[in-house]
C-alpha cells in the first residue's frame, strides 16, 4: 500500500470472495458475511444479522482480525447509546 492506495502487482488476480467469506467493505468501513453475487456486486450482511447491502467486489478484502474487534466494538458502541446494551 502505498499513500492509501493499494497497489496490486502486475498479473495479480483480484479477489473473488467466495459464499461465506467474511470481508471488509473498504468503501464503506463494514465488516459483512458474502452471501450472494448479483450481477457485478456481492450482497454482503452483518456478522449479527440486518439488513443485507451492495458491494463492488473491487472495494472488498478478507476482514482481518482487527476488522473484526473494530465491528464489535462499532456495535457494542451502539447498543450502549440507545440503552440495550447486553
Same mark, same amino acid.
Given at each position: 500500500?502505498?499513500?492509501?492506495?493499494?497497489?496490486?502487482?502486475?498479473?495479480?488476480? +483480484?479477489?473473488?470472495?467466495?459464499?461465506?467469506?467474511?470481508?471488509?467493505?473498504?468503501?464503506?468501513?463494514?465488516?459483512?458475511?458474502?452471501?450472494?453475487?448479483?450481477?457485478?456486486?456481492?450482497?454482503?450482511?452483518?456478522?449479527?444479522?440486518?439488513?443485507?447491502?451492495?458491494?463492488? +467486489?473491487?472495494?472488498?478484502?478478507?476482514?482481518v482480525q482487527?476488522?473484526?474487534?473494530?465491528?464489535?466494538?462499532?456495535?457494542?458502541?451502539?447498543?450502549?447509546?440507545?440503552?440495550?446494551?447486553?
Amino acid at each position: 500500500m502505498s499513500d492509501g492506495i493499494a497497489i496490486e502487482p502486475a498479473g495479480a488476480q +483480484p479477489y473473488v470472495p467466495a459464499k461465506g467469506d467474511v470481508v471488509h467493505d473498504g468503501a464503506i468501513a463494514k465488516v459483512g458475511r458474502v452471501m450472494d453475487h448479483m450481477g457485478t456486486r456481492v450482497q454482503l450482511r452483518p456478522l449479527k444479522g440486518g439488513r443485507e447491502w451492495d458491494a463492488y +467486489p473491487e472495494n472488498l478484502r478478507p476482514a482481518v482480525q482487527s476488522d473484526l474487534l473494530r465491528a464489535a466494538v462499532a456495535e457494542a458502541n451502539s447498543l450502549s447509546r440507545r440503552g440495550t446494551g447486553k
